[in-house]
């Protein structure tokens, strides 16, 4: 049972320019809603999270832009870098402390 | 802070040996630490939930019996791999809970010959 739907699978994105990654979830048993980021070959890193009172949040270049009537949360990147090329996930937490996963957004940022 | 660290980051064992893969939290205190399994460009699956002083919930379709976690303390939890097998070969990752959020380790990968 997929409860959280992540896309696109990968993208591409010029240098400096707005990488978009889209998440939908099923049920609003849900309250804490944090992206990580991942390297080839190293656990992934927090980096950034939103909770559902609220709609966006914006730290640096990323953003989270939270829908709740809607399920949807989605990771914005401004003036996308090289250094960005990662694996993404988006993943839920609910009341049992549990994290639940996308299934990852494989990002190129290109010259 | 929150620094979650594993050892060892990589290992190479023979089939039907064991694996012992520690993770620490190293600077704070985890009541719970939770277990993932990832495949090679494949998202994460929650193995198992290890709270300190009890015995640690798995997920369905993990066996309790060959992947033995034990957290023995607030920063350390350790799980190991019985008998390891080719298909166990993967990678392994730990993360430290605090309040709601997860740190992650960096991970070990397992290859077994």
């Known amino acids: 049972q997929q409860q959280v739907k992540q896309s696109p699978q990968s993208l591409i994105v010029q240098k400096g320019g707005i990488s978009i990654i889209n998440c939908a979830y099923e049920?609003?048993?849900?309250?804490?809603f944090p992206w990580y980021q991942q390297f080839p070959g190293k656990g992934p890193a927090l980096l950034i999270a939103?909770?559902?009172?609220?709609s966006e949040k914006k730290e640096g270049r990323f953003t989270i832009s939270f829908n709740k009537s809607a399920k949807q949360f989605s990771l914005h990147i401004m003036d996308s870098q090289p250094g960005d090329s990662a694996t993404y996930f988006c993943?839920?937490?609910?009341?049992?402390?549990?994290?639940?996963f996308g299934t990852g957004t494989r990002l190129t940022i290109i010259p | 802070g929150a620094v979650v660290s594993q050892h060892p980051s990589r290992v190479i064992c023979k089939s039907g040996t064991s694996v012992k893969i520690e993770c620490r939290s190293l600077?704070?205190?985890?009541?719970?630490m939770f277990w993932y399994r990832q495949f090679p460009k494949k998202s994460l699956m929650l193995m198992a939930t290890?709270?300190?002083?009890?015995?640690?919930?798995?997920e369905q379709g993990v066996e309790k019996d060959k992947f033995l976690i034990n957290h023995a303390s607030l920063t350390l939890s350790t799980l190991t791999v019985t008998s390891a097998h080719p298909e166990d070969s993967s990678f392994y990752i730990c993360?430290?809970?605090?309040?709601?959020?997860?740190?992650f380790g960096p991970g070990t990968r397992l290859l077994v010959l």
């Open positions: 993943a839920l937490l609910g009341g049992n402390e549990k994290l639940t």
């Open positions: 993360t430290g809970a605090r309040g709601e959020t997860q740190y």
């Open positions: 939103i909770r559902p009172d609220v």
């Open positions: 290890s709270n300190e002083g009890s015995k640690a919930t798995y």
């Open positions: 600077d704070f205190q985890a009541t719970t």
């Open positions: 049920n609003t048993a849900f309250d804490y």
